[in-house]
Nanobody, 120 residues
Framework: VQLVESGGGLVQPGGSLRLSCAAS????????MAWARQVPGKGLEWVSG???????YYADSVKGRFTISRDNAKNTVDLQMHSLKPEDTAVYYC???????????????WGQGTQVTVSS
C-alpha cells in the first residue's frame, strides 16, 4: 500500500487549497478513505471521509468549507479546502479506512502527510 499526499502549502486566511492523495498497491475503489490532520503536540483529528460509494462525511470543524472527493479511475482522493482559518494549520494525512469508524487510531495505511499553513 502506498499513499502519497500533495498540494499543501502556505495560504492566507480565507484562502483555498486542494490536497490530493495518490493511492496504489491495493483495491482502491473498494476502500473507504479519509483525511486526518495533526498539529505538533496534539493528537490526530479526523477531518473527512468518503466511502467507496461516494458518500461523504465531515468533522463539524470543517463542514461547509471542505469537500472530499474520489476518482476511482485514477486512484485518487482529494480534499478541497475553502475559507481556510489559522486553526486549520496542520499536517494533513490521507489514510485507508478499514473499520466502521472514523477514529484515526483505527485507520489502516497512511501517507507521509503534507503541511498546510494558514497565516497572513
Amino acid at each position: 500500500v502506498q499513499l502519497v499526499e500533495s498540494g499543501g502549502g502556505l495560504v492566507q486566511p480565507g484562502g483555498s487549497l486542494r490536497l490530493s492523495c495518490a493511492a496504489s498497491g491495493f483495491a482502491f475503489s473498494t476502500y473507504a478513505m479519509a483525511w486526518a490532520r495533526q498539529v505538533p503536540g496534539k493528537g490526530l483529528e479526523w477531518v473527512s471521509g468518503i466511502y467507496s460509494d461516494g458518500s461523504t462525511y465531515y468533522a463539524d470543524s470543517v463542514k461547509g468549507r471542505f469537500t472530499i472527493s474520489r476518482d476511482n479511475a485514477k486512484n485518487t482522493v482529494d480534499l478541497q479546502m475553502h475559507s481556510l482559518k489559522p486553526e486549520d494549520t496542520a499536517v494533513y494525512y490521507c489514510a485507508t479506512v478499514e473499520s466502521s469508524t472514523w477514529d484515526p487510531e483505527m485507520f489502516g495505511s497512511w501517507g507521509q502527510g503534507t503541511q498546510v499553513t494558514v497565516s497572513s
